[in-house]
């Protein structure tokens, strides 16, 4: 079993920040990729960055210049600051991990549970 668990969620004004963390736990043989999506009302989940094993990162173009992933492998957690916030970044926060469990097996996508980031006007 893996479990992946949120944490940093919360209210802020505009132009404030917030940093997420997620922890990836349980039967892991090797972390893939890990990233975060977002999820406003009424709107479809979406892709805000991913980092992959060798650090390198991919972000939609909305968030640029404002929001930075990063990882700790040691501890298999995946970050996001989240600077200059507007309140168009309100939405849930999930964290998505490729994991393989075991040698051979292949890798699978876990989702974390989600965390609330609303930004205020």
């Known amino acids: 079993q893996v479990q992946l668990v949120e944490s940093g969620g919360g209210l802020v004004q505009a132009g404030g920040s917030l940093t997420l963390s997620c922890a990836a736990s349980?039967?892991?043989?090797?972390?893939?990729?890990m990233g975060w999506y977002r999820q406003a009302p009424g709107k479809q989940r979406e892709l805000v960055a991913t980092?992959?094993?060798?650090?390198?990162?991919n972000y939609v173009d909305s968030v640029k210049g404002r929001f930075t992933i990063s990882r700790d492998n040691a501890k298999n957690t995946v970050y996001l600051q989240m600077n200059s916030l507007k309140p168009e970044d309100t939405a849930v926060y999930y964290c998505?991990?490729?994991?393989?469990?075991?040698?051979?097996?292949?890798?699978?996508?876990?989702w974390g549970q989600g965390t609330q980031v609303t930004v205020s006007s």
């Open positions: 349980g039967s892991i043989f090797s972390v893939n990729s």
């Open positions: 998505n991990a490729v994991i393989q469990t075991g040698w051979g097996l292949p890798a699978k996508g876990y």
């Open positions: 980092i992959f094993s060798a650090g390198s990162t």
